[in-house]
């Protein structure tokens, strides 16, 4: 009975977190940011991933209560270790813009959620690790034209875009300026300008 008891608990602290959810996104939704703030606050408290993630992102953009990017990368880190993809990625971007390049640990974090995130089919989180194991201090092409490759995937023109520039100069990937040409059409036809550029060259 205990057991039982203990499991509508449970249950019902989650209805409430994902009703306390919802009334935060329809609150925002009307332009009542600090009632969508308080509601997704209030949630976040309880543990509910999702709102710790909406949490983050007021904290991060000064929605309904001031701008903290602290206090942002706190309700991400929550939400990212309960597995919410979008705030790992957001987590790891705090990570890896606001922390000195020395602190070698919250780099290897933040590349662990940036690659989690990538892995669970976040656009963004693929394309950034694309780019960043092309330019990083050791580069690593194979490895950032897999990202690339993901990202351009699911649409990111962009993305598309450094996949042609890989194949035009034999990065990661034999050269093949035909290939590179057709990766660059397709970025071109999705409205990426250098793209555009690049097939007038």
Request: net charge positive.
């Amino acid at each position: 009975l205990e057991e039982a008891a203990f499991q509508l608990q449970q249950i019902f602290r989650i209805d409430i977190s994902i009703a306390l959810n919802i009334l935060g996104i329809e609150s925002m939704r009307a332009g009542h940011n600090k009632i969508g703030y308080t509601c997704f606050k209030l949630a976040a408290d309880r543990g509910y991933s999702k709102a710790q993630y909406n949490v983050g992102l007021c904290y991060e953009h000064g929605r309904g209560t001031e701008k903290d990017l602290e206090k942002a990368a706190f309700y991400y880190y929550h939400a990212a270790s309960s597995c919410h993809p979008m705030a790992q990625y957001r987590y790891a971007r705090c990570l890896l813009c606001h922390s000195p390049e020395k602190e070698w640990d919250r780099h290897q974090k933040a590349l662990a959620f940036m690659e989690q995130a990538a892995m669970a089919g976040i656009t963004e989180a693929q394309a950034y690790l694309g780019v960043f194991y092309m330019r990083g201090p050791q580069p690593k092409e194979k490895r950032g034209l897999k990202y690339l490759l993901l990202a351009a995937k699911n649409g990111d023109a962009q993305s598309r875009y450094h996949v042609g520039v890989c194949y035009e100069k034999g990065l990661g990937v034999q050269q093949s300026l035909a290939e590179a040409m057709k990766h660059y059409q397709q970025s071109a036809a999705a409205g990426n300008r250098s793209a555009r550029e690049r097939l007038l060259v």
